[in-house]
C-alpha cells in the first residue's frame, strides 16, 4: 500500500487536467495550467464551500480591506469556478443558471485584475476553465439543454461539441 504524499497528488491533478485539456482540445498556458492543479488541491477536502452565497459574498468582499480584498475575491472566483466546472448541478438545486457562477467568477476576478496579470486570464478565460473542469466529470452528465445554454449564453466550446456529438447520430 502506498501513501499519495501532496506532491504525488499534484501529479494526479495535473495529468488529470492535461487529459481534460485533451478532451476539450484545448491547451491552457503553463501558468493557468498550474492555477487549476493549485485551485483543485487547495479545496479537495472543503466541503463548507457548498454553503456560500457567491453574489454575497462578491458583494462582502467588494467592502473589504485592500489586503483581505484581494484574498476574499480571490476566493469567490475560485469556488464559482469550481462550481462551475465540477458541480454543475448545485446551480439547478439553487435554481439558477450556470451563467450565474461564470458571471460572479468572472466579476471577482476582474476586481483583483491588473493589466496582463493571472486573475485576468482566469477572468478572460473562464469559460474555457470551466469546460476543462467540467471534462474531468467522466461519464459526462451535460443534458441537450444545458449543453444549448451553455453554447449560446456563454460560448462553451465543450457544450457545442457535445451538442454536435447529439445532431450527428
Keep these: 500500500m502506498s501513501l499519495i504524499t501532496n506532491e504525488n497528488s499534484l501529479i494526479l491533478w495535473q495529468d488529470l487536467v492535461r487529459d481534460a485539456e485533451d478532451t476539450c ?3 491552457l498556458n503553463q501558468e493557468l495550467e ?5 485551485l483543485l488541491s487547495r479545496y479537495l477536502n472543503k466541503p463548507e464551500m457548498a ?7 462578491l458583494l462582502d468582499a467588494l467592502q473589504e480591506e485592500s489586503a483581505r480584498r484581494q484574498t476574499h475575491l480571490r476566493d469567490v472566483g475560485d469556488r464559482c469556478l469550481l462550481f462551475a466546472g465540477l458541480f454543475p448541478r448545485v446551480a439547478q438545486k439553487r435554481h439558477v443558471k450556470i ?3 461564470v458571471d460572479v467568477g468572472r466579476s471577482a476576478y476582474y476586481a483583483i485584475s491588473a493589466t496582463g496579470d493571472l486573475f ?14 467540467q471534462s474531468i466529470r467522466q461519464p459526462p452528465d451535460m443534458l441537450p439543454l ?5 453554447w449560446q449564453e456563454l460560448g462553451s466550446r465543450r457544450a457545442y461539441q457535445i451538442l454536435k456529438s447529439l445532431t450527428e447520430r
Design 146 to 150: 444545458e449543453a444549448y445554454e451553455q
Design 34 to 38: 498550474a492555477y487549476l492543479v493549485s
Design 99 to 101: 451563467s450565474y457562477f
Design 25 to 27: 482540445e484545448v491547451e
Design 120 to 133: 485576468g486570464s482566469l477572468a478572460v478565460k473562464f469559460v474555457i476553465l470551466m469546460d476543462v473542469l
Design 51 to 57: 454553503k456560500s452565497v457567491f453574489a454575497t459574498a
